[in-house]
Nanobody, 117 residues
């Protein structure tokens, strides 16, 4: 089992920035993919950004040009720097961990990001 603990969400004004962090613990395996997804009530979870063990990245449409994903393999952690936030970025953001792109097996509890206009 892998446990994921997220932090860094909150309330910010439009144009502001937030940095999300996620630390993995437990039965860590490599190679792996860590990523951030977002989900609104009643909607499907969608990709924000993901990164694999060699730091190849994959961004969803909403993130391109504004968000940057990074990781620290020694700390089993992934980060999401979110700049120029917009009200439509408001959502619950989930950290995921797994063996392959689009196949994340473990999820954190989510962190709320709220952007006010």
């Amino acid at each position: 089992q892998v446990q994921l603990v997220e932090s860094g969400g909150g309330l910010v004004q439009a144009g502001g920035s937030l940095r999300l962090s996620c630390a993995a613990s437990g039965t860590i395996f490599t190679p792996n993919v860590m990523g951030w997804y977002r989900q609104a009530p009643g909607k499907l979870r969608e990709l924000v950004a993901a990164i694999n063990s060699v730091s190849t990245t994959n961004y969803g449409k909403s993130a391109k040009g504004r968000f940057t994903i990074s990781r620290d393999n020694a700390e089993n952690s992934v980060y999401l720097q979110m700049n120029n936030l917009k009200p439509e970025d408001t959502d619950i953001y989930y950290c995921g961990y797994g063996r392959a792109w689009y196949s994340l097996d473990y999820w954190g509890q989510g962190t709320q990001v709220t952007v006010s206009s």
